[in-house]
């Protein structure tokens, strides 16, 4: 089964993308596990996409897409994959369904989208709070410490990351949101786009996933 994954950031997006895979027996790959095999390698791509990094820019797109390209010949994905973190972009999910005809593979099967309420991921991400010394997350209604705003290992301070607040939250929902939504609607129209409530425990949103995909074979 050839998988896309897809989700808004806070959504348990890697989570899922990990129990799904391994339900499936397909190989998980993320852009973000590409990248880091290709730069710990030395490979030529890894050489360049360290160049950007290092720079805090984004990866260009052909440099992704070669890596992509290279992953998905490799010999474990013959029978299917999980794809998580790409494509991103209709022109990128264009380029994939070009990539599977390249290697002889039939197109995506199953686009399943995470759905979770824009409230509930703000809840979620602006309650983390992040030790200063192990950076071990607590959550204030989750998973508080025991002392407020003190970690339990090591008595550690706790602190709010610039990424888990509210406003920046709400800024990367709209981002994935005004992104997303074409790539959604490209699926939707090839009939094989998944909506999954993705709201609650997350043992209960793996057996939703796991649920849907059955009937996909
Ligand atoms: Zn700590």
């Known amino acids: 089964m050839r998988l896309v994954l897809l989700g808004p950031p806070g959504a348990g997006k890697g989570t899922q993308a990990q129990f799904v895979a391994a339900e499936r027996r397909v190989p998980k790959i993320s852009t973000g596990d590409i990248f880091r095999a290709n730069v710990s390698r030395g490979t030529e791509l890894g050489v360049a996409a360290k160049k950007y990094m290092d720079a805090g820019d984004l990866v260009p797109d052909e440099v992704t897409i070669e890596m992509v390209r290279d992953r998905l010949g490799e010999e474990d994905c013959a029978h299917g994959f999980l794809l998580d973190g790409f494509p991103r972009t209709v022109p990128q999910a264009e380029v994939l369904g070009e990539i599977l005809t390249e290697h002889g593979h039939p197109p995506v099967d199953v ?65 994935y949101a005004e992104q997303t939504a074409p790539l959604v609607a490209y699926y939707a129209q090839r009939g094989v786009l998944v909506g999954l409530d993705a709201t609650g425990p997350v043992d209960d949103v793996t057996l939703r996933a796991i649920d849907a995909l059955r009937r996909f074979a």
């Open 111 to 175: 686009v399943l989208e995470l759905v979770v309420d824009d409230d509930e991921v703000v809840r979620r991400l602006s309650g983390r709070r992040t030790c200063r010394t192990c950076n071990r997350v607590w959550h204030v209604d989750f998973d508080p410490p025991e002392v407020d705003n003190v970690c339990d290992v090591d008595r550690g301070e706790l602190y709010q990351r610039d990424d888990d607040r509210e406003e920046v939250v709400r800024h990367r929902l709209d981002v």
